[in-house]
């Protein structure tokens, strides 16, 4: 196996080494949720993702910011970017209009926050939950990469010092996106992977 250009097979998609070889966990406390701030384009959504923005934008807009609000008046939750993809709306050409942050600067996601308080019961986009693993759909299957990104170094320090595998991080939203049965397929060909690479 050419382990610097293999990706391995799970059913319809091929998951990058860089998702199963990573350590990865992220550490709030050094990045403060950068990665809801710094960036050129909103997250990804699907169109019924879409929807649900819209439908639950009453629920989260007295946590959002007051730019954000100007601009969902304006523009609406969510705008085609330069490749023509969806993806959330933006304010000075960063935060999505749904962060919000907490005491001390963390950055939040309002979704995620009127979630686990019971007042909605969409998580977030799935781009957000995968986060730093992007999703790329092509007609004959999915593939599974690893964002590598500045932001994320602490992540990699805290996931490598506490022996968590990036695959392993993001196991519920792998499940979420892929179901059961492919993370189990998932969990154990990285088994069998690293049973023949033991130094990886």
């Not at 939040?108 to 992007?134: M, N, T, W």
């Amino acid at each position: 196996m050419d382990k610097e250009k293999a990706m391995l097979q799970i059913q319809n998609a091929l998951v990058s080494l860089d998702v199963v070889e990573r350590y990865f966990c992220c550490d709030l406390s050094k990045c403060l949720g950068a990665c809801c701030i710094e960036g050129d384009a909103g997250a990804p959504v699907t169109k019924d993702e879409y929807e649900i923005l819209k439908k639950i934008l009453p629920e989260v807009w007295d946590d959002l910011l007051p730019r954000a609000k100007e601009e969902i008046k304006a523009n609406g939750v969510c705008y085609l970017d330069e490749e023509g993809d969806l993806v959330t709306s933006i304010i000075d050409g960063k935060n999505c209009v749904f962060s919000c942050y907490a005491p001390g600067g963390m950055c939040q996601c309002a979704i995620e926050r009127a979630y686990r308080e019971g007042r909605i019961d969409f998580y977030k986009p799935i781009s957000c939950h995968l986060y730093p693993v992007r999703l790329t759909e092509y007609a004959s299957c999915t593939t599974v990469n690893y964002h590598h990104w500045s932001i994320c170094h602490a992540a990699e320090v805290l996931g490598r010092k506490q022996g968590i595998r990036l695959y392993k991080f993001l196991r519920e939203p792998l499940i979420r996106r892929f179901g059961e049965a492919w993370y189990a397929e998932l969990e154990a060909t990285c088994e069998e992977y690293f049973r023949q690479f033991p130094d990886k």
